[in-house]
């Protein structure tokens, strides 16, 4: 074999063995890609869309809850709204913290369908206002305590799940209290015990603190 055939053959088998190389890291940086991809839009991106979801529903409750205070005569629709107003405050300052330590942004207003809601309400009076906001109350927590009850268990954050956790008992109580009214609208001027006998003080908190300020 002459020089010149092997110098050709060695050219050959040097290409070739480049595109190999070539190939196989075209094959591979998609792969790390779509590993990275997947591991920032994951749990991380869950947990970011949780906050935001629970702070505009905290602004939405607070908001019907002052106009509750405002419209309402009833005795009970009042503890509910104050209750609501002052647990969904704590929350929020507790979730404003924890967005401010994961670098993410909370709206400051409630989501559009939350809007209209309020507006309906402030349209209503009388025992047509209380019972509509005693049905919006049961139908928006139903839809939190699902909400953080999986957040509970599955967040990724460690922060979040013990805000989500801590959370849910006073949304449970906020349905039980909100239950009661939309199953009695009449009685809203009587003064209020928890289904299970326990009385409610002045504040409607039936003896419990607030969602976040029982010592953790």
């Keep these: 074999m002459t020089a010149r055939r092997i110098t050709l053959m060695l050219g050959t088998l040097l290409l070739a063995g480049l595109a190999c190389t070539a190939f196989a890291q075209g094959n591979a940086s998609p792969d790390r890609s779509d590993s990275m991809s997947r591991s920032m839009s994951g ?17 939405a409750e607070i908001r019907m809850g002052k106009i509750a205070l405002d419209k309402s005569s009833s ?3 009042k503890q509910l709204a104050q209750r609501i107003i002052a647990d969904h405050t704590n929350a929020n300052n507790q979730l404003m913290s924890i967005a401010a330590r994961k670098q993410v942004t909370l709206p400051t207003e409630p989501m ?4 209209q809601e309020a507006d309906r309400l402030q349209a209503l009076s009388g025992t047509a206002f209380d019972q509509a906001y005693a049905d919006t109350m049961v139908k928006d927590h139903r839809k939190a305590i699902k909400m953080f ?3 509970s268990q599955n967040a990724s954050d460690s922060d979040l799940k013990q805000f989500a956790s801590t ?9 039980q209290m909100a239950e009661q009214i939309a199953g009695n609208p009449d009685r809203g001027h009587d003064a209020m015990s928890h289904p299970d006998g326990t009385p409610m003080d002045n504040s409607g908190s039936m003896g419990m603190p607030a969602s976040g300020s029982s010592s953790r």
């Design 43 to 59: 749990n991380g991106n869950h947990d970011a869309m949780f906050m935001r979801h629970a702070a505009a529903d905290s602004i």
């Design 75 to 77: 005795t009970q629709v």
């Design 112 to 115: 559009p369908m939350a809007r």
């Design 149 to 151: 009850g999986m957040q």
């Design 167 to 175: 959370t849910l008992p006073a949304l449970k109580t906020h349905l």
